[in-house]
């Protein structure tokens, strides 16, 4: 009995039983359904897997102070000759990182508080009104010329800002009845 078999012999030569040329061939197809597989499917990860980085944050701190909150008004009222004093008058807040401190100082922008009503050639020298830190202290004249220190620290401010307060005194003087007002400015410094 004799048995027929397929011998493939080495590149290039021809085989002997069908006379098809054989070899490497098999070999490249194997090497090429390798790569489809490699890089034509999808790829995906496995549950659970993971990936981790890391970043590092700076935060750049500058010196800086800011005053908010400062009262737009306030009015003391009463007849001349009458003392009249304004508790709390001014309110502000005072937020600053700067550890030597700061200071606080008001300054009116004019010598003299002037009237509303037209016709009126009455007025208030500034030195009338007396401002002074909220419950300290004895009364300081405001003056046009030289600011005055109303608050003063030698420490940062609370996270926050400080709340501060300047109370404000007058003794009404002799003049036409009206409301007499004045711009005062307040300036708080870093020290």
């Known amino acids: 009995m004799t048995v027929a078999a397929d011998v493939f012999e080495p590149t290039g030569t021809t085989h002997k039983r069908t006379g098809h040329r054989v070899g490497r061939s098999i070999a490249g197809v ?4 390798a790569l ?3 890089f034509g499917g999808v790829a995906s990860a496995a549950p659970g897997d993971t990936s981790t980085g890391s970043t590092t944050a700076h935060v750049g701190v ?7 909150g400062l009262t737009a008004s306030f009015t003391l009222t009463g007849a001349p000759g009458a003392t009249i004093t304004g508790a709390d008058a001014v309110t502000f807040n005072v937020e600053t990182n700067n550890v030597a401190g700061y200071a606080v100082t008001v300054q009116p922008a004019a010598s003299q508080m002037t009237p509303a009503l037209g016709g009126n050639a ?4 500034i030195a009338a009104l007396t401002v002074r830190e909220g419950g300290t202290g004895t ?7 030289n600011p005055v220190t109303v608050h003063s620290q030698n ?4 996270n926050g800002g400080d709340v501060l307060t300047n109370d404000f005194q007058i003794r009404i003087p002799v003049v036409n009845v009206d409301t007499y007002s004045a711009t005062l400015n307040y300036v708080a410094t870093t020290l």
């Open 30 to 33: 194997a090497m090429a359904a």
């Open 139 to 145: 009364y300081t004249p405001l003056d046009d010329v």
């Open 62 to 68: 500058e010196s800086g102070i800011t005053m908010t």
């Open 155 to 158: 420490s940062r401010s609370v």
């Open 36 to 38: 489809l597989s490699a």
């Open 122 to 125: 009455d007025f208030i020298p």
